[in-house]
């Protein structure tokens, strides 16, 4: 329902939540797992009063990994740069547990963008730009030559918009062979 709120359909969203809470309630759902931090962000603070827990693949990613119950055999000898999703981060405040996962990945290098955490430049994927062209740089063009300058081979990110946004501006960067745009979950799985 997040994109249904977004765009100003507050009685569908409120269909929706009815909806979802009389599945979640029917089957005794105590935790949900959004890979999405639009969809975290909407079950965490728009749903209102729930009976479960809400949390984003990387603060789960981040728990199992406290709790040793995710080990790594192989390494992921790249460097990486993380990409702070708005809603994720500035919205929910979630910046540390993306970076413990990388972190905790053998062969990881993971580097700063100078514009990272609360200061965060945002790549426009959830603002509406993926499905809009307007002519001029992109701030994901200018987030793909600030990886590049810092010395990234690989670009994190723990949100589908952001994903499929820096994506495209790799390759109208001309980056393609440089840079490769990854999700968390993707580089954990690689180093399972």
């Known amino acids: 329902g997040s994109e249904v709120y977004g765009i ?5 969203f409120e269909y929706l939540v009815e909806e979802n809470m009389k ?4 089957y005794n759902v105590k935790q949900v797992v959004t890979s999405c ?5 909407t079950f965490k603070n728009r749903y209102g009063q729930t009976s479960f827990e809400v949390m984003h693949h990387s603060q789960l990613f981040a728990k199992l990994i406290d709790e040793g119950k995710l080990k790594f055999s ?3 000898s790249k460097t990486v740069i993380y990409h702070d999703p708005c809603y ?6 979630v910046y540390d547990d993306p970076r413990k996962v990388l972190e905790s990945i053998p062969g990881v290098k993971l580097i700063e963008f100078d514009r990272s955490r609360e200061r965060s430049l945002c790549c426009e994927g959830a603002g509406g730009r993926m499905w809009i062209d307007i002519p001029g740089e992109r701030l ?4 793909v030559k600030d990886a590049a300058e810092a010395g990234a081979e690989i670009i994190a990110t723990a949100c589908p918009f952001c994903l499929l946004t820096l994506e495209d501006a790799v390759k109208t960067t001309g980056y393609e062979e ?10 954990l799985a690689q180093a399972l």
């Open 88 to 93: 994720l981060g500035k919205q929910n405040g």
């Open 23 to 26: 599945i979640f309630n029917k």
């Open 74 to 76: 192989k390494e992921f």
């Open 178 to 187: 440089k840079i490769r745009v990854m999700d968390l979950a993707e580089i």
């Open 8 to 12: 100003g359909e507050k009685g569908l």
């Open 140 to 143: 994901a063009e200018i987030r």
């Open 37 to 41: 931090p639009h969809a975290y962000h």
